[in-house]
């Protein structure tokens, strides 16, 4: 005589024995203890649930002579004869076998019959396997039963049903089972069958079950005939591991060691899927992952070190290589093809791999950003000129060195007027422009202004390298279409086309000064400028006239012919600070002028003698200079 299966041997017998299905529970018991009971239900829920086995007690206590508080007592003829399977009340049928509408009309010519019990109830099981004749046929009476029938309609797949059927019962859905519910009940199965079960082989048989309490105790009894081996479980966290370590011959390796154990790999990949969607579960909702609380924590921290996009990529892409195995001569060889292009995005070309390999630039982009300026590695591009915002000419071919001084180009106002102000001294003793102060003089000589700390990016390249990137559209659009001209200390002059433009900046003043301050390292102001004329009125005029462009005797020294000339005192840090005199000879920032047009036809050629070249301009600079060769 055959054993018989666990599930069918520790089938709940009262609604106090289902497990994991507590609000069916409530509903049906309340309903049969208040005798309020439906006319017509319907269970719908996953396979193993209890959806049957709900139907069956819900029979028995409709039916038994002893109803405690909503529970059949399970003793009286009628609850024996029920679960025996011989009751003329109870009557079941097989809907996927009996679909078609004589079988409907067979049966609603019997409900109108009498019967020994109470109540007559009819179970139809898959009852979304009807056809759409026998379902007309069985609308009707179900609509309008005889007042001692109870139709119960079990199904999978309720969305298969018509809405008519179902607007006709009362809806009661069967979930899953909870975990740590499951793990219990396994364990108490194991525990009360004499079965001698590992704590790996318990986690074998949950992980195969799923929630389902029919598949973990046929999965428990399968490891307990073969006496807990659970060698030949596959280890899906094998699959997960290789696409976190993007490792190609990890997951094949994993994939054809499950094939030579004799596993579909259909089934595999099915398994695989559902494992990857109990790890993107155990990021978003932990509470609905059918797995051991132990095992949700170990699949979360793969989950994290995955990442919720990749793993919504790996599902997308097995799922669609399940749909194309239907028709494929060899399946094995569909999902090695996924498998790789999920652990090697440059071995697929679809957008899913290209979407993949932005990610990872991003998340690089997100890192180096949270390092900071400091972190970020050197630019090797030309550097630029701060008062144009553009690259100087030839700025690769001569970039100064480290022991060489900044060039009076790339340097800042303040260290430009501070550099010649120091470097003045030799020019002046040749020509003999500037002597000493007297010795009765109350003025001492004051020492040159010191350079201020230089941030370790330019204003004009935090905004083309980070700010630019980091604001708003409409903010990028309008300040695209001015320049950064200059800075008196921490204030930057910003050349815009005209009033209106400026107004326009203005408005986003605060939030590119905050973004340009934070990639600088130093506190940014802003000062609009159109031409030569401030349009930033909190700003005061020095700030205009420094701003204006110096005309071009003030670019070569200028002899001195009376009193002696001072060296310039250090200039106070409270921003702007006056323009310095000509006697320095202070280059001043540069300020594109506005465009005009020209008449070609007042264009003429200057005479040859008044065009000087580079060279001649450098020797007048630096009287006494001597032109070196390359050799």
């Known amino acids: 005589m055959a054993t018989q299966s666990l599930y069918r041997r520790y089938r709940p017998r009262r609604f106090d024995e289902l497990r994991g299905q507590d609000h069916v529970v ?42 405690i508080d909503g529970e059949p007592c399970c003793e009286c003829e009628s609850c024996v004869a029920v679960e025996r399977g011989t009751s003329y009340d109870v009557h079941e049928l097989d809907a996927a076998s009996n679909n078609g509408v004589d079988a409907i009309r067979d049966l609603v010519e019997k409900a109108s019959l009498g019967t020994p019990g109470r109540h007559k109830v009819y179970i139809l099981d898959e009852v979304h396997m009807l056809s759409k004749a026998a379902e007309a046929a069985l609308l009707k009476t179900l609509e309008e039963p005889p007042p001692h029938v109870v139709f119960v309609l079990a199904t999978t797949d309720p969305q298969k049903m018509s809405d008519t059927i179902r607007s006709r019962t009362q809806h009661l859905q069967f979930h899953l089972l909870p975990s740590d519910t499951m793990a219990d009940h396994a364990k108490w199965v194991a525990d009360d069958a004499g079965l001698d079960l590992s704590p790996q082989a318990l986690e074998a048989a949950l992980v195969q079950g799923g929630g389902s309490a029919r598949d973990t105790l046929s999965a428990l009894e399968l490891l307990a005939s073969t006496g807990g081996d659970v060698s030949d479980v596959i280890d899906l966290d094998e699959f997960l591991a290789a696409l ?7 997951a094949l390796t994993a994939m054809g060691h499950a094939v030579n154990m004799g ?17 993107f579960l155990s990021l978003m909702a932990p509470e609905l992952v059918v797995l051991p609380r132990d095992r949700v924590d170990a699949v979360a921290v793969q989950a994290q070190q995955l990442g919720a996009a990749a793993l919504v990529r790996a599902i997308e892409r097995l799922g669609s290589a399940l749909v194309d195995m239907r028709h494929a001569p060899d399946p094995r060889i569909l999902v090695e093809v996924a498998l790789v292009q999920l652990t090697h995005d440059e071995a697929g070309s679809d ?51 480290p022991t060489e001084p900044i060039a009076a180009e790339t340097a800042l106002p303040d260290e430009q007027s501070g550099a010649t102000a120091a470097g003045s001294e030799p020019a002046t003793a040749d020509s003999g422009s500037a002597e000493p102060p007297a010795s009765g003089s109350n003025e001492t000589p004051s020492a ?19 700010v630019k990137s980091q604001v708003k559209p409409l903010v ?47 506190p940014i102001t802003l000062e609009f400028v159109v031409g030569s004329r401030s349009h930033d009125h909190d700003a005061p005029a020095a700030a205009a006239s420094a701003a ?8 070569a020294p200028q002899p001195v012919a009376s009193a002696p000339a001072t060296p310039a005192a250090p200039a106070e840090p409270t921003p702007p600070p006056a323009p310095p005199p000509e006697h320095e000879l202070a280059p001043a920032p540069h300020v594109p002028q506005a465009d005009h047009e020209v008449d070609l036809n007042d264009l003429t050629d200057a005479p040859p003698e008044s065009v000087k070249t580079p060279i001649d301009r450098l020797a007048e600079a630096f009287p006494g200079s001597e032109l070196m060769n390359d050799d």
Do not use: M
């Open 548 to 555: 204006a462009p110096a005309p071009a005797a003030a670019l």
């Open 351 to 401: 957008v899913d791999a290209l979407l993949a390999r932005i990610e990872r630039l991003e998340q690089s982009v997100k890192q180096l950003r949270a390092a900071g300026p400091a972190a970020a590695p050197a630019s090797s591009s030309a550097p630029k000129d701060p008062a144009t915002g553009r690259a100087v000419l030839g700025g690769a071919a001569r970039r100064p060195t």
């Open 448 to 466: 040159p202004a010191a350079a201020p700390a230089r941030p370790s990016i330019s204003v004009t390249e935090a905004w083309e390298q980070t």
């Open 26 to 67: 409530r509903a049906l018991r309340d309903a049969v203890a208040s005798g309020r009971e439906g006319q017509a239900y319907l269970f719908s829920g996953p396979r193993g649930t209890g959806k049957t086995t709900s139907a069956r007690i819900l029979a028995k206590v409709l039916n038994c002579q002893n109803v």
């Open 244 to 250: 976190i370590d993007r490792d190609s011959g990890r």
């Open 476 to 522: 990028r659009a309008l300040y695209s279409a001015g320049s950064f001209l200059g800075n008196t200390g921490d204030t930057w002059q910003f050349g815009v086309p005209n009033e209106a433009h400026g107004a326009k900046c203005s408005e986003h003043r605060k939030a590119v000064e905050a973004a340009l301050s934070q990639a600088v390292g130093t």
């Open 263 to 279: 596993r579909d790999p259909r089934t595999v990949t099915e398994d695989i899927v559902r494992h990857l969607r109990n790890a």
